[in-house]
């Protein structure tokens, strides 16, 4: 698999990136044709770019009969978010507050020091799994959050 950072350094094949983005975000695929006029260049460099990017397995492709339509596969740049997101939150101070909620939304209190831990049990590997997954999905929205602040720090 071509060095995905090298992939996306192109700026012509970000801006492919993002009308795919957006046909993926409303569960459809883009034919090369449409993409050619949305972004005004021509046919060949399009394709072109179209190739490296399904190398890079950032797109699939289907094909009926001359017509090709793509789909934006966003799984190879959770590579480039996990390498990006530790440089984005180095300044960013965040305190999490947990509070215990009965059912009905009332604070109840949590675990006591009699917990099942205290003899030095670890978590089983699903709860350490689930607690990564938790913690991957905590960064994402976090970065999501400053990019959405710088978004708007920009337009202000």
Known sequence: MPDIFGVIADATRRDILRVLLDRYQREAEISVSEIVAQLEISQPTVSKHLKVLREAELVSVREEGQ???YTLDPEPLEMVE???????????????TVEYLSEA???VPGPSAADPFEDGEVLS???AAAAERIGRAAAR???????????FRLKS
Do not use: C, N
Request: proline share 3%.
């Open 125 to 127: 590997e699903e709860a």
């Open 105 to 107: 939304g009332e604070r």
């Open 67 to 69: 017509h090709r339509y």
């Open 82 to 96: 996990d390498f990006v997101i530790p440089f984005l939150s180095a300044d960013f101070d965040t305190e999490v």
């Open 141 to 151: 929205a976090e970065h999501r959050v400053k990019e959405l602040v710088a978004r």
